[in-house]
């Protein structure tokens, strides 16, 4: 199976929107691409995508999980999170996650905050929240209520409704 065909496995749902694609060869063409060595060009454009989807894939629990499961997909994000060429700004959300929640790495508030900040750009609104909340506490920052106010206003003026309902209750 070709890295193409595997994306299309994965994008094959139901009507009930339920994933029906043959995500088990996908994942394994997934893994094949993602764990080539690096070779530049094209072929690491490959590698970059199979590497975001083997780390969904394992976060999702589509596959069955590994040993070191939260270090593997921890690792995977970063990587894919760092890429240059930014083709699934999703992963920064993703790894400041892990960071966050010091899942398959060390805690660490500050750079989950930096990797928030990079998906908010990006247009995350999920982002924007946890960036407006991490400011509004003083989480891996020093408090500033400006930043968070700016960030929780744009996650709610995109609908986000955790940043609205925050918004209501703290009159931002």
């Given amino acids: 199976m070709t890295l193409s065909d595997a994306e299309k496995q994965h994008k094959l749902y139901n009507k009930r929107d339920k994933l029906v694609g043959d995500i088990i060869t996908a994942y ?27 780390a969904y894939y394992i976060l999702k629990e589509l596959i069955e999980d590994p040993t070191n499961k939260d270090e593997i997909v921890a690792e995977l994000f970063k ?5 240059e060429a930014n083709e699934f700004p999703e992963a920064k959300v993703r790894y400041g996650d892990c960071l966050y929640h010091g899942k398959g790495v060390d805690q660490n508030f500050s750079e989950a905050l930096k990797y928030f900040e990079k998906a908010a750009e990006d247009g995350f609104k999920v982002a924007m929240y946890d960036a407006g909340i991490m400011y509004y506490n003083g989480i891996g920052c020093t408090k500033d209520i ?24 703290h009159d931002i």
């Fill in 28 to 54: 394994k063409c997934f893994e094949a691409y993602a764990n080539l060595g690096n070779t530049g060009g094209t072929a690491n454009r490959n590698q970059i995508k199979a590497k975001y989807y083997k």
């Fill in 146 to 169: 400006e930043k968070a106010k700016y960030y929780l206003k744009l996650a709610a003026y995109g609908d986000y409704e955790p940043a609205i309902k925050f918004c209501k209750e």
């Fill in 79 to 83: 990587e894919v999170a760092d890429d």
